[in-house]
């Protein structure tokens, strides 16, 4: 039987998985897909939790995280999108016109 | 562990699934024939009965062309998804009344998931791959066409399709599609029988239409419009890669008919049957005859309307999807609402 | 050993294995897939821990819909599939920093709370019914303000994304 300390082990490693992609890669669509690792993992804490102790408020976390992960994959690649239509690159160092 | 039990029922279905999709490809061309007044196939075998077979041995032995500039991967991957998807979607499908065989009663579905509407749109859903990922990563401008159109043109319909089931859904109270035909049971004034397609006319419609858009039949196939794009995704695939494309795309419409069935036209239910007095085994096979019988005739409109509308133009799809299809489909959503509440008030 | 370990996993090593190749590829069309594998077996965990509505919806919604926006996203603004978008690493030493901090009090946390031992749930009961309940009585509220967020999500796309006109 797997405890629940896997469970919360195997998102810790892949939150932290998300965090290192964000900090380190220059690709604003890479950073992108860790941000939704990152998120993924919160929402396997949020469903173990809520599977372990039969509570299904856990679970209707997950629907609004997964809200606002819909509306940020919108705006975001809109966002991308638009910065490549205007300039040709999607590498962050690139994307410096507000800092002066 | 029972796991026999599913194994066989995937066995049957996969392959009833398979050779359904191959007699429907000859019935489609020769129907085809008929309306246009032509022959049709009508060399190998008797009448051209063995065409389909002739057409598979052939695809089977050719050779499967790779275009230097393609993504070899994502190539090769395209049409696995592709069939994938069409071939899974069946499993959560009933397509019978419990038979009983060997004094045990069986369930003719492979997976009574309880969720299964949204099993079938998350499946629907994945088929976008396909497509996709068939048009860029063959690095054809016509590929990449068909491969856009055709990802812009599921997702937009994908949403009536999900909101045109939403009636259904609240009539049945339930996401279980074996429920939602057993809750098509019976009738009104002793003779309408309480299908859906009565209750949710206009569900029924929206539906029917998103279908079309979902199988990519005319006259939505712009993704493979042959006039202006070659052949659309498939373009650059010949050999038995681009047999699992045709073939998908005919099991597709086979799955799609048997949903609209078991959804909107009561299943497996036969009108009257239970008053026949007959023997359990008889009265089970004739509700498959009758799923089946269902499943042709709408499987025929497709063919019909094939040969009669023109092809959409793209903002035409665009806007009948947005501006028509989305707004009737909430509009039927909130009158279904109102009508329960007047009618359980 | 049950199916059940064994499917936890060989699900986890499925789930690490894609999201290290999602962080660390070269080719980021290889990402892509590899974030569709991860977002699978995250759905598999749902299944196993019998949510079986979120595991469809992680399915939906992810696969079927937030993926689809990244792939396009990854064709509209690589034109060639094969190029090197590594472009060196960058702030390696402040992210292992940051990173291993946070991995520690993650795990820290995760050893020192005596956790209940409750087993997972392991019937198959419906949520579908009281998620749908609980959305329309007790979190109406949020469930509102979000269908708001996403219609804003939806207009703003639509305005960023559009063609600017020549006037």
């Known amino acids: 039987m797997v405890p629940l300390s896997h469970y919360l082990f195997l998102s810790a490693v892949l939150f932290m998985t998300g965090a290192v992609g964000v900090l380190t890669r220059r690709n604003a669509i890479i950073v992108f897909m860790s941000i939704e690792l990152m998120l993924n993992s919160v929402n396997l804490t949020l469903v173990a939790f809520s599977s372990f102790l039969g509570n299904v408020t856990g679970q209707m976390l997950v629907f609004f995280v997964m809200t606002v992960a819909a509306a940020e994959a919108a705006v975001g690649l809109a966002i991308i999108i638009a910065i490549y239509r205007r300039k040709q690159t999607v590498n962050l160092d690139e994307i410096n016109l507000l800092k002066w | ?164 089931l939403i009636g259904v859904i609240m009539i049945a109270g339930t996401l279980q599609i074996d429920d939602i035909v057993r809750s098509q049971t019976g009738y009104w004034f002793g003779w309408i ?107 025929s409109f497709y063919v019909v309307i094939r040969w009669t509308l023109p092809r959409f133009r793209y903002d035409q799809l665009m806007n009948l999807g947005w501006k028509v299809m989305l707004p009737v489909s909430i509009a039927n959503v909130l009158a279904t609402g109102v009508v329960m509440l007047w009618l359980t008030r | 050993m049950d199916l059940y370990t064994i499917s936890f996993y060989m699900f986890a090593v499925l789930l690490l294995g894609s999201a290290i190749v999602v962080v660390f590829s070269r080719n980021i069309v290889r990402a892509a897939f590899a974030l569709m594998i991860t977002l699978l077996s995250i759905a598999a965990f749902y299944v196993l821990m019998m949510a079986d509505f979120v595991g469809i919806v992680q399915l939906l919604l992810y696969v079927g819909g937030i993926l689809v926006l990244i792939l396009f996203g990854v064709m509209l603004t690589n034109r060639q599939i094969s190029v090197d978008i590594r472009e060196g690493a960058i702030q390696t030493i402040p992210a292992v920093i940051v990173t291993s901090t946070i991995g520690g009090i993650l795990a820290g946390a995760i050893w020192s709370t005596a956790w209940p031992m409750r087993e997972a749930a392991r019937s198959v009961a419906a949520t579908a019914p009281v998620i749908g309940e609980m959305f329309l009585t007790t979190y109406l509220l949020p469930f509102e303000v979000a269908s708001v967020l996403l219609l804003v999500a939806l207009v703003g796309a639509a305005l960023i994304a559009r063609r600017e006109r020549k006037s």
């Open chain 2, 1 to 164: 562990m029972d796991l026999l039990e599913p194994i066989i029922k995937i066995a049957v279905v996969l392959g009833a699934l398979l050779t359904a999709s191959a007699i429907v490809v000859l019935f489609d061309r020769k129907f085809s024939a008929y309306i246009q007044n032509r022959y049709g196939p009508n060399r190998v075998g008797p009448g051209g009965w063995m065409q389909s077979i002739a057409d598979v041995v052939k695809l089977v032995m050719k050779e499967d062309i790779v275009p230097k500039a393609a993504n070899r991967f994502v190539h090769d991957l395209a049409p696995m998804i592709s069939i994938t998807v069409a071939l899974t979607t069946f499993a959560v499908i009933p397509f019978g009344d419990t038979i009983p065989l060997f004094g045990k009663e069986y369930n003719l579905i492979i997976a009574d998931v309880n969720v299964g509407i949204l099993y079938i749109l998350a499946m629907t859903g994945m088929g976008v791959y396909g497509l996709t990922l068939a048009g860029w990563s063959s690095n054809n401008k016509y590929s990449l066409f068909g491969g856009l159109r055709s990802s812009a043109q599921l997702i937009s319909y994908e949403l009536s399709m999900g909101l045109s």
């Open chain 2, 193 to 299: 029988p309480q299908w859906n397609v009565i209750s949710q006319p206009i569900g029924f419609i929206t539906f029917f239409v998103a279908s079309f858009a979902e199988t990519n039949r005319l006259p939505f196939d712009l993704p493979e419009a042959e006039p202006e794009l070659v052949g659309g995704y498939h373009t650059e695939y010949s050999g038995m890669k681009f047999g699992l494309f045709f073939l998908s795309e005919y099991a597709n419409m086979i799955v799609s008919s048997a949903l609209i069935t078991a959804l909107f036209l009561g299943g497996w239910h036969l009108p009257f049957a239970e008053t026949w007095g007959l023997d359990p085994l008889v009265l089970a096979l004739l509700k498959i005859g009758a799923f089946m019988f269902k499943m042709f005739i709408i499987i």
